[in-house]
């Protein structure tokens, strides 16, 4: 079976040389690119353990605040709980900006978000139940928890896009590239070894010719 080699090469000592050179940088972008997935690998996973610990908190946490709520809701009625809700102002401030892993632009959340009492939330606690007190604050830490762990499982989608491309692209010099040019060189190789013996045996011959003619 013919082995694959790169085609529209032309068997020079030039092109040899330009062959030998990509073969060089090919085997080096090789090695970085594995260096590079074997690290965003290692990052992704600890990551991972990361976001499995971040939605267990965040669902215990809700858990806690849904079932505040819905005592709130038996002991007040489902009007008075959403006219207290209504009354609650606006209290995140969110800023987005990025960090680079590996060259991977990932997000960085940074949240504040107003910690706030009985009375500051807006509704009145004469005529509300300590369940709607209990219910919020869970809520309200309940936001700064989904919001890291949204910052956590984006980067999580992004590592993991970037290392699989970092895979096909290791594969594709490992299997495809590295060894077509290896074969392109050995193939060069050869051609210019048997036309080095065509030209010898020509002048051999050559030789041979002006030998003879110069004996008569």
């Known amino acids: 079976m013919a082995q694959d080699t790169i085609e529209g090469i032309n068997p020079t000592r030039m092109e040899l040389l330009n062959l030998k050179n990509r073969e060089k940088l090919a085997v080096k972008g090789h090695s970085l690119l594995k260096e ?5 690998i290692m990052e992704f996973f600890e990551i991972l353990d990361r976001v499995k610990g971040s939605r267990e908190k965040t669902e215990e946490k809700l858990k806690e605040a849904y079932e505040n709520l ?13 006219k207290a809700a209504l009354a609650v102002k ?35 606690f004469s005529d ?13 830490e309940s936001i700064a928890l989904i919001i890291e762990l949204g910052e956590i499982e984006k980067t999580i989608h992004l590592l993991a896009a970037e ?5 096909r692209r290791v594969n594709a010099l490992e299997h ?14 050869m051609r210019l070894q048997e036309m080095e013996r065509e030209t010898f045996v020509q002048l051999k011959m050559i030789k041979s010719s002006i030998d003879a003619n110069s004996q008569i």
């Open 70 to 82: 819905t005592e709130a809701q038996v002991i007040m009625g489902d009007l008075s709980v959403q």
């Open 163 to 167: 290392i699989e491309s970092t895979k």
């Open 36 to 40: 590079k997935r074997d690290a965003l």
């Open 90 to 124: 606006e209290s995140v401030d969110v800023k987005i900006e990025s960090r680079s892993i590996m060259g991977v632009i990932v997000p960085v959340v940074d949240s504040k978000i107003d910690s706030k009492t009985v009375v500051t939330r807006g509704y009145g």
């Open 176 to 189: 495809i590239m590295v060894p077509k040019i290896k074969n392109t060189v050995k193939s060069i190789e």
């Open 128 to 140: 509300t139940s300590v369940k709607l007190d209990e219910a919020a604050k869970k809520f309200e």
